[in-house]
């Protein structure tokens, strides 16, 4: 086997780019929500109906906006995975080398496209369900309704949360499932866990590094199922293994 040693890069990706943009995208359209939540009295009852459809229409109306949004994501984050890739192919034949810049990844760009938009979407969503839910609860517990209203004028900065825990997350996620389409396409069965060595990785995934993980069989930690990369808030990476040439 050929282990695909990317140690110079620190990982197949530097996506801060990306993440950064995507942060910026994702948190105006939360303060966006927090302006609609922020022209109703908080825990109005009568009100409520009228601020929920507010917010759904928001999210149907995203529809073109977060198309474009995530395409620009996605295709930032494939030049930077194909620039990866190719920083390292010296060490590759020429037919894979050639297979792997050639990879047909659409099929996986058109799954990341249809999940970024849905998650795009979903910030105003859950926004609505959030302030439903503690509106309810004011009304219901007299004792608790002046912190609970708190809690439903904090709600435009939950969702600003939201959305930097989507964009830190799925670029990360792009990249990943993106080098896992290059890599299979080739033959690759699996990869080596890699990650940041810092004080910031979680024990869980501390308990990874250098672990072999095959494509086929993604991991399960705190109860999330995923490869590196991919699971919320994680800076692990791949470390792809190539077949014998």
Not at 220 to 240: F, S, Y
Request: hydrophobic share 40%; proline share 5%.
């Amino acid at each position: 086997m050929l282990t695909l040693d990317r140690k110079r890069a620190k990982a197949p990706v530097r996506a801060s780019r990306a993440e950064r943009l995507y942060t910026k995208q994702l948190s105006g359209l939360a303060r966006q929500v927090g302006a609609i939540i922020g022209e109703f009295p908080p825990g109005d009852i009568e009100t409520l109906p009228t601020l929920e459809q507010m917010l759904r229409r928001y999210a149907e109306a995203l529809m073109p906006w977060a198309t474009v949004a995530a395409s620009k994501m996605i295709e930032e984050v494939n030049a930077r995975d194909l620039a990866g890739w190719k920083a390292v192919s010296a060490e590759m034949s020429h037919e894979i080398r050639r297979e792997i810049l050639t990879a047909p990844t659409g099929k996986a760009m058109r799954a990341l496209m249809e999940q970024q938009v849905t998650l795009i979407r979903s910030i105003p969503i859950e926004a609505a369900h959030r302030v439903h839910e503690l509106t309810i609860r004011a009304r219901e517990d007299g004792t608790r309704a002046n912190e609970l209203v708190g809690e439903i004028m904090r709600s435009g900065q939950v969702a600003q949360s939201r959305a930097r825990l989507i964009a830190r997350t799925e670029v990360a996620r792009t990249a990943a499932n993106l080098t896992q389409a290059r890599a299979q396409h080739v033959g690759s069965k699996g990869y080596v866990w890699e990650t940041s060595h810092d004080g910031d990785v979680r024990p869980s995934h501390r308990e990874m590094a250098g672990q072999y993980v095959a494509w086929a069989n993604p991991p399960t930690l705190d109860g999330l199922t995923g490869h590196a990369g991919c699971l919320p808030n994680c800076r692990c990476w791949a470390r792809v293994i190539l077949p014998n040439e």
